[in-house]
Nanobody, 121 residues
Framework: QVHLVESGGGLVQAGESLSVSCVAS?????????IGWYRQTPGKGRELVAF???????KVADSVKDRFTISRDGGKTNVSMQMNRLNPVDTGVYYC??????????????WGQGIQVSVST
């Protein structure tokens, strides 16, 4: 069983900051490989925001790379994303996504419930 618990988000004004965090929990046999954030904004499909791979490589969408920073803890099951200089186009539901599995079974993607981020003008 794998659970993703998201926290953070909320409502801010343009130019302000927010952070979101995600804690992944799984049975000891499982390994959390890639973990990060997608978002769904009004009028758009779900898009990748930022990810940390199992090897520690960081991938960040071009649209946010100079404003958002993602980090992963040493235990590799927690990921946080600091979002600075937010603007209204960043408004949407942010989903934590983790690829979890074992060497024998491979990884499967798991998703959090989503957390709202709203940026007003």
């Amino acid at each position: 069983q794998v659970h993703l618990v998201e926290s953070g988000g909320g409502l801010v004004q343009a130019g302000e900051s927010l952070s979101v965090s995600c804690v992944a929990s799984a049975a000891s046999l499982f390994v959390v490989n890639d973990i990060g954030w997608y978002r769904q904004t009004p009028g758009k499909g779900r898009e990748l925001v930022a990810f940390v791979t199992g090897r520690g490589e960081i991938k960040v969408a071009d649209s946010v790379k100079d404003r958002f920073t993602i980090s992963r803890d040493g235990g590799k099951t927690n990921v946080s994303m600091q979002m600075n200089r937010l603007n209204p186009v960043d408004t949407g539901v942010y989903y934590c996504c983790a690829y979890v599995g074992t060497p024998a079974t491979g990884s499967v993607d798991y998703w959090g419930q989503g957390i709202q981020v709203s940026v007003s003008t």
